[in-house]
């Protein structure tokens, strides 16, 4: 079982960016799908985007397309995520996601996925 430790959270204005850093440990990243999942206050974890073991696919929630960038590096074991031109509707935790088994799709499996701790987001308008 990997282990996921988010950072990289906290406050930010509307139209800022911030970038969330996901380590891993445990086992490589090398062949598992990872990504990123958010829960704001009263509602549902949500899929955010997800990046394919290789790096060569990623796959994005309509809410955060063109605005957000999954991204990892293998070597280090570790996964981004780039959120720009935030929202205040981006406020939430966000939860980097792993694969349970090797060689998936593109989207992480959320049935069975390793979880991170999460970070908190928070955008003021």
């Known amino acids: 079982q990997v282990q996921l430790v988010e950072s990289g959270g906290g406050l930010v204005q509307a139209g800022g960016s911030l970038r969330l850093s996901c380590a891993a440990s445990?086992?490589?990243?090398?062949?598992?799908?990872m990504g990123w999942f958010r829960q704001a206050p009263g509602k549902e974890r949500e899929f955010v985007g997800s990046?394919?073991?290789?790096?060569?696919?990623?796959v994005y929630a309509d809410s955060v397309k063109g605005r957000f960038t999954v991204s990892r590096d293998d070597a280090n074991n570790m996964v981004y995520l780039q959120m720009n031109l935030l929202k205040p509707e981006d406020t939430a935790v966000y939860y980097c996601?792993?694969?349970?088994?090797?060689?998936?799709?593109?989207?992480?499996?959320?049935?069975?996925?390793?979880w991170g701790q999460g970070t908190q987001v928070t955008v003021s308008s």
């Open positions: 996601a792993a694969d349970s088994q090797p060689w998936g799709s593109v989207r992480v499996r959320a049935e069975d996925a390793d």
């Open positions: 445990g086992r490589t990243t090398r062949t598992y799908t």
């Open positions: 990046i394919k073991w290789g790096g060569g696919s990623t």
